[in-house]
Nanobody, 124 residues
Framework: QAQLVESGGGLVQAGGSLSLSCAASGGTFSRYAIGWFRQAPGKEREFVASISWDGGSTVYADSVKGRFTISRDNAKNTVYLQMSSLKPQDTAVYYC?????????????????WGRGTRVTVSS
C-alpha cells in the first residue's frame, strides 16, 4: 500500500504560481493512477486533476483546466501539480490519492492512501 506525502503549499498572491508535489513510498507507485483533490473551508473535498499510471492520460476539473498541469516522474515516485494564474477560490488544502482501479478518474471513492494535505492560500 503506497503512502503519500504532499508538499509545496504556501501563501501566494492572485495571479501567482505554485508547484505541489505528491511523493510516494511503499506499494507499487508506478501502477497507480494519482489524483489531486482539494477541500476549501466549509466545503466538501472536490476533484482537481488525475493522471494515469504512465502519465499518458490526464483529466482536469473545469475550474482548473488551462491553469493547472499534472505530471509524474515514476523514477522519483512523485506526482506534481503545477498551478498558475491562481485565484482566491483556489484556496484549499490539497490532497493526493492513489487509484489502483481505473486508468484515470474523477470519483473520490476510487482513490485511497490519502496524504495529510498541503495548504494553499491565494490572497486577492
Amino acid at each position: 500500500q503506497a503512502q503519500l506525502v504532499e508538499s509545496g503549499g504556501g501563501l501566494v498572491q492572485a495571479g501567482g504560481s505554485l508547484s505541489l508535489s505528491c511523493a510516494a513510498s511503499g506499494g507499487t507507485f508506478s501502477r497507480y493512477a494519482i489524483g489531486w483533490f482539494r477541500q476549501a473551508p466549509g466545503k466538501e473535498r472536490e476533484f482537481v486533476a488525475s493522471i494515469s499510471w504512465d502519465g499518458g492520460s490526464t483529466v482536469y476539473a473545469d475550474s482548473v483546466k488551462g491553469r493547472f498541469t499534472i505530471s509524474r516522474d515514476n523514477a522519483k515516485n512523485t506526482v506534481y501539480l503545477q498551478m498558475s494564474s491562481l485565484k482566491p477560490q483556489d484556496t484549499a488544502v490539497y490532497y493526493c490519492g492513489a487509484n489502483p482501479y481505473t486508468l484515470v478518474d474523477v470519483i473520490e471513492s476510487k482513490f485511497g492512501s490519502w496524504g495529510r494535505g498541503t495548504r494553499v492560500t491565494v490572497s486577492s
